[in-house]
């Protein structure tokens, strides 16, 4: 089984600046794809942004140029860095990581609360 803790999240002004962090720990040889959703209220969860093993990386077009991911993979890490954060950007965050044990298998972190208000 593979536990994903999260930290970073809180309150932070518009066109301010956050850093959300997450550790992947198990028996993990390796890790195919890590990446951040959010679920905003009475929304559905989406993906903000993903990375691959290679360093491959996606973003939500709502995101794009904002935010930036990285990932250690020796570490199993993934780090997501969110740069002129807007109200919208408001939301439960989600660490999750896919094919660890199989392509199919998925795991996600228990969520941090990031809360963009003046």
């Known amino acids: 089984q593979v536990q994903l803790v999260e930290s970073g999240g809180g309150l932070v002004q518009p066109g301010g600046s956050q850093r959300l962090s997450c550790a992947a720990s198990?028996?993990?040889?390796?890790?195919?794809?890590m990446g951040w959703y959010r679920q905003a209220p009475g929304k559905e969860r989406e993906l903000v942004a993903d990375?691959?093993?290679?360093?491959?990386?996606s973003y939500a077009d709502s995101v794009k140029g904002r935010f930036t991911i990285s990932r250690d993979n020796p570490k199993n890490t993934v780090s997501l860095k969110m740069n002129s954060l807007k109200p919208e950007d408001t939301a439960v965050y989600y660490c999750?990581?896919?094919?660890?044990?199989?392509?199919?298998?998925?795991?996600w972190g228990q969520g941090t609360q990031v809360t963009v208000s003046s």
């Open positions: 999750n990581v896919a094919g660890v044990y199989s392509m199919s298998d998925q795991y």
């Open positions: 198990g028996s993990i040889f390796r890790i195919n794809v």
């Open positions: 990375i691959t093993s290679s360093g491959s990386t």
